[in-house]
C-alpha cells in the first residue's frame, strides 16, 4: 500500500521561498514515478514537476523552470524547492506517485494513482 502525505506549504510574500516534502511509504523500488501537481481556484490540476526514479530523469513545467526544483529526500522521499514565488504560485499542492518501471518522464496527473491530500501555497503580492 502507497501513501503520500505532503507538508511544508503556507504564506510567503512574493520573491520568497518554500521547501514542500513528501512523505512517502511502500515505495520500495525505483519503479516508480513521484510528482508535484497543482490546481489554483477555478483551475484545472496541472502537473508542476516530475521525477522518475529509475532513470532520475525530470520535467518542469515552463512557468516553474528556473525557480522550482524537484529532489529526492532521503528522509522523506521526495521535496520540491520553490524560489522566487509569484502570486499566480498560489495553488494547493499535491504530491502523487504511479507504479512506473520505464526509464521516460510520466508527468500527466490522470496517469497518477496515488495522491495525498494536498498542502496550500499562498503567495501575496
Known amino acids: 500500500q502507497v501513501t503520500v502525505v505532503e507538508s511544508g506549504g503556507g504564506l510567503v510574500q512574493a520573491g520568497g521561498s518554500l521547501r514542500l516534502s513528501c512523505t512517502t511509504s511502500?515505495?520500495?523500488?525505483?519503479?516508480?514515478?513521484l510528482g508535484w501537481f497543482r490546481q489554483a481556484p477555478g483551475k484545472e490540476r496541472e502537473a508542476v514537476s516530475c521525477?522518475?526514479?529509475?532513470?532520475?530523469?525530470t520535467y518542469y513545467v515552463d512557468a516553474v523552470k528556473g525557480r522550482f526544483t524537484i529532489s529526492r529526500d532521503s528522509t522523506t522521499g521526495l521535496s520540491l524547492q520553490m524560489n522566487n514565488l509569484r502570486p499566480e504560485d498560489t495553488a494547493i499542492y499535491y504530491c502523487?506517485?504511479?507504479?512506473?518501471?520505464?526509464?521516460?518522464?510520466?508527468?500527466?496527473?490522470?496517469?497518477?494513482?496515488?495522491w495525498g491530500q494536498g498542502t496550500q501555497v499562498t503567495v501575496s503580492s
Open positions: 502523487a506517485a504511479v507504479e512506473w518501471s520505464w526509464l521516460i518522464i510520466q508527468c500527466n496527473p490522470d496517469e497518477y494513482k496515488y
Open positions: 511502500g515505495v520500495t523500488s525505483d519503479d516508480y514515478a
Open positions: 521525477i522518475n526514479l529509475k532513470s532520475s530523469n
